[in-house]
């Protein structure tokens, strides 16, 4: 059985006065929460050993990026076991963002998940083909390029892969659901573990979840904009 994971990315938001209300409103959502789903908040650096205090047992942490070594002169970076000091279990590697706006490649994305999984660290890869590629019928192969590097020496037994369309993140225009459930199944044909659980990301909110969820290659959601808001993050975490 593939696990499910819904996983919410704050991406750089909330002070943690902010997460401190977020908390108050989201928690008791969790009550209907079904125990089999697991819940991840990859949060900001700032706010990970506040929310390692705060969050009950069944809320797993996620950072949203890790350094490939285990300390040294790295500035701005963070190492593998500063946070598993602070109870986090998840790490977001490879977002586009990062590779976009901060010069991330297939090679860097190897290196810190293979870091990742040396320190008991669950890495979600992202990968996902622009608008263009998308265009000029580029998407499979575009996908498939990013999965061969991005997963040389990895380990498939503790991974987590994020499907996210560029074109769809912060859009509102998200990719059809069958859509997003045919290029999930390619993924899947590409890895060695069937049983990897592979999301959907990319404009993910409460009133297209449930459809998403319902599809049979789609074992999750990683949810940028509508995890910041308790009530839509509730209304996601408790898909019908
Ligand atoms: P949105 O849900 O805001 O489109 O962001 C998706 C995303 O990038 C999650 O990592």
Known sequence: MRKIVIAGNWKMYKTQAEALEFLQVFMPELDKTPAERNVVLCVPFTNLDLLSKKLPASVHLGAQNVHWESEGAYTGEISASMLTEIRV??????????????????????????????????????????????????????????????????????????????????????????E????????????????????????VKPNNIDAIMAQPEIDGVLVGG???????????????
């Open 89 to 178: 279990r998840y790490v977001i590697i490879g977002h586009s963002e990062r590779r976009q706006y901060f010069g991330e490649t297939d090679e860097t994305v190897n290196q810190r998940l293979k870091a990742a999984q040396q320190f008991d660290l669950l890495p979600i890869l992202c990968v996902g083909e622009t608008k263009q590629q998308r265009d000029s019928g580029e998407t499979e192969t575009h996908i498939y390029s990013q999965l061969d590097r991005d997963l040389v020496d990895v380990d498939q037994s503790a991974l987590v892969i994020a499907y996210e369309p560029i074109w769809a993140i912060g859009t509102g225009d998200t990719c059809e659901v069958s």
């Open 180 to 203: 997003a459930n045919r290029v999930i199944g390619l993924i899947r044909s590409r890895l060695s573990n069937q049983d990897v659980p592979i999301q959907y990301g990319g404009s």
């Open 226 to 240: 509508a995890s910041l808001e308790p009530g839509s993050f509730a209304r996601i975490v408790n898909y019908q």
